[in-house]
């Protein structure tokens, strides 16, 4: 049990619709990073957020954008949903930054129809 | 170029033999990290193992141990005495520098199927 808690567990939209994931960090961690990981792949890093600020991004585009709040946890937020974006959303707590270990939740799957 | 180049996409091993996985990475950055994880059909990914740059010594954790090969930019997983649980995907990941934080470079993964 790593208690990395991640919601919804699956979500399905429409294009053109926004949509917010929630991550909640593993007690005592400040850092989280969210990954997007398609059918067949390995994940890919969106980004990362430290003491509530975002430091470090992927290749993704604006409309990928997160927050962190004061007790660590962190919404990823996609607005203009496409096709493509239907994967599996991970994100992972760490304390430090950078930090030897990560611990990844459950994830959240995305379907965009 | 791939970062991180994992050549198996599935193998099959028998229960309570040693399977290794391939993995090889490209940087320029003389301090990295690199991880295996474990993804189980649930999803969420399993931290198994890690080897720092500069560690002298390969990383072994229980039945995981990482064959480090500094010059050939290889760190292959070996598992050993496989069990029934350990089918799953396997992922290598790279972390280059400090600047990097805590972004991870994941290769295409390893499917892993152990038969009684």
């Known amino acids: 049990e790593t208690g990395v808690t991640q919601s919804p567990t699956h979500l399905i939209k429409t294009r053109g619709q926004q949509v917010t994931l929630r991550c909640s960090s593993q007690?005592?961690?400040?850092?989280v990073s969210w990954y997007q990981q398609a059918l067949g792949q390995g994940p890919q890093f969106i980004f990362q957020y430290y003491r509530e600020e975002e430091n470090g991004r992927g290749n993704f585009p604006p409309r990928f954008s997160g927050l962190q709040f004061p007790n660590y946890s962190s919404e990823l937020n996609v607005n203009a949903l496409e096709l493509d974006d239907s994967a599996l959303y991970l994100c992972?707590?760490?304390?430090?930054?950078?930090?030897?270990?990560?611990?990844f939740g459950p994830g959240t799957r995305l379907t965009v129809t | 170029a791939q970062k991180i180049t994992q050549t198996q996409p599935g193998m099959f091993v028998q229960e309570k033999e040693a399977v290794t996985l391939d993995c090889t990475y490209d940087?320029?950055?003389?301090?990295?990290?690199l991880f295996w994880y474990k993804q189980p059909s649930s999803g969420e990914m399993i931290f198994l193992i890690y080897?720092?740059?500069?560690?002298?010594q390969n990383a072994t954790e229980g039945r995981y141990s990482l064959n480090f090969q500094k010059a050939r930019k290889s760190a292959n997983l070996v598992i050993s005495a496989s069990q029934l649980g350990d089918s799953a995907m396997y992922f290598c990941?790279?972390?280059?520098?400090?600047?990097?934080?805590?972004?991870?470079?994941f290769g295409g993964g390893t499917r892993v199927l152990v038969k009684p």
């Open positions: 940087t320029s950055d003389p301090s990295y990290g």
């Open positions: 080897q720092g740059s500069y560690d002298q």
């Open positions: 990941a790279m972390r280059e520098g400090r600047a990097a934080g805590n972004k991870l470079t």
């Open positions: 007690s005592g961690h400040n850092t």
């Open positions: 992972a707590s760490s304390s430090g930054f950078p930090a030897y270990e990560q611990y």
